[in-house]
Structure formats: structure tokens, C-alpha cells
């Protein structure tokens, strides 16, 4: 099992510019999620998926969009890049569990670092 | 609202010991712990449930405090291999899939 796979590893925009990060799990998780890490700021929650078609937002949500059409995918779309989204990206997938109680440990993948010029 | 950790960094030699704070101002129904190396991803430590006993995974275990919201992070007899920055996640009941971290907690290990 390859895990969750995150494309690209390194990616430069310039402002304003639009790009997708992608995000693949083959593990068979119902849930997904997206952080962004900064120095001193931790992971902090974007978006989080709950299954198929079902997305919500996080801490910071603001200038991303995302969408779960499948259980294996979950992009993150930024619209129009801005230099506050410098920053490297994290996508993670855990399984339910079936007492819907609590998390089950995360999955990251290996990150994605975005610098908006 | 994030959970704050403390300290923000601490500097051990080894075998030294050092305990990892996070707390939290809301009603916590779980907390992870993750360790990251410098350029990797967070690897899973531990869960501690709302209710549950103290876990241990080596020389590396934890508590949770349920009426204080807060955990606390063990690392005895510190190693090499223990470097790196230390995040507290924590979950409310009933919200799988959402996950909160704290801001970290570096360590590093010295010779």
C-alpha cells in the first residue's frame, strides 16, 4: 500500500495564479482532512472530509475550496494564490470509528511546499 | 481554538527526562500525540480517550486529565532518535474527522 500519496512535492505560484494540490489514499479511509504548517503556527485544519461528498471547514478555510467526489481523492483548490499561502501542506486520512467518538490515528502524506510569489 | 502546548522547546542531554504540556479550554473527548523529524511528515505516537488509562510506548507515555483538559507527554531516559517538534491533537465527542494540533513542541536530544 503506497498510503497517501501527496503531488506535487514542490510547487511556486505567483499571485493570483489558481493550482490544485492532490491528495490519494489507498487505505480505504472514510476521513480526510488538509492542515498547512508554518513556523511557530503548528498544523492547523483547513478542510476535513467525513466521506463522499461531505466536506467541512476548519481553523483557516478561507482561500481554499475542496471536494470529495470519491473516497480515495480529496483535492485542495487554491483559487487565486496569495503570498500568506506560502506554506507547506498536509493531507491526512484516518478510518471511522464505528463509535463515531473520537478520531483514529492520522495518516499524513509527505506534504507539499507552496511558496507564492 | 487550538490547544496550547508547553514548553515551546526544551534542549536535554541524553537520558534525560521531559514532560510535553497541552492543554485546552474546551471539553476534550480525545488527544493524540505525533512526532515530527525536521522534512517529514508527523508520525503517529499515542491516543488517549476521555476515560481511558494512562498508554505507554516504550520509554515514551502519556496522561489525560479530564477536568483540568490536559495531557502530558512522558519521555524518560531520553534517546537520540526522540528529537524532533511534538504535537498534541485534540478531538470533541462526536466529531470524528476533525482534529485539532497544537502549536509544537521542539526537542532536541544532545550527546
Known amino acids: 500500500n503506497a498510503g497517501v500519496t501527496q503531488t506535487p512535492k514542490f510547487q511556486v505560484l505567483k499571485t493570483g495564479q489558481s493550482m490544485t494540490l492532490q491528495c490519494a489514499q489507498d487505505m480505504n479511509h472514510e476521513y480526510m482532512s488538509w492542515y498547512r504548517q508554518d513556523p511557530g503556527m503548528g498544523l492547523r485544519l483547513i478542510h476535513y472530509?467525513?466521506?463522499?461528498?461531505?466536506?467541512d471547514q476548519g481553523e483557516v478555510p478561507n482561500g481554499y475550496n475542496v471536494s470529495r467526489s470519491t473516497t480515495e481523492d480529496f483535492p485542495l483548490r487554491l483559487l487565486s494564490a496569495a503570498p500568506s499561502q506560502t506554506s507547506v501542506y498536509f493531507c491526512?486520512?484516518?478510518?471511522?470509528?464505528?463509535?463515531?467518538?473520537?478520531?483514529?490515528?492520522?495518516?499524513f502524506g509527505n506534504g507539499t511546499r507552496l511558496t507564492v510569489t | 481554538q487550538q490547544p496550547v502546548q508547553s514548553p515551546q522547546a526544551v534542549i536535554l542531554r541524553e537520558g534525560e527526562d521531559a514532560v510535553i504540556n497541552c492543554s485546552s479550554s474546551?471539553?476534550?473527548?480525545?488527544v493524540h500525540w505525533y512526532r515530527q523529524k525536521h522534512g517529514e511528515a508527523p508520525v503517529f505516537l499515542m491516543i488517549l480517550l476521555k476515560g481511558g488509562e494512562q498508554k505507554g510506548h516504550e520509554k515514551i507515555s502519556a496522561s489525560f486529565n479530564e477536568k483540568k483538559q490536559q495531557s502530558s507527554l512522558y519521555l524518560t531516559a531520553s534517546q537520540l532518535s526522540y528529537s524532533g517538534t511534538y504535537f498534541c491533537?485534540?478531538?470533541?465527542?462526536?466529531?470524528?474527522?476533525?482534529?485539532?494540533f497544537g502549536q509544537g513542541t521542539e526537542l532536541s536530544v544532545k550527546p
Open positions: 472530509s467525513v466521506g463522499a461528498g461531505i466536506t
Open positions: 474546551k471539553a476534550l473527548y480525545s
Open positions: 491526512a486520512s484516518s478510518y471511522k470509528v464505528r463509535s463515531l467518538t473520537y478520531n483514529s490515528p492520522l495518516h
Open positions: 491533537g485534540t478531538g470533541l465527542y462526536n466529531q470524528g474527522g476533525k482534529l485539532i
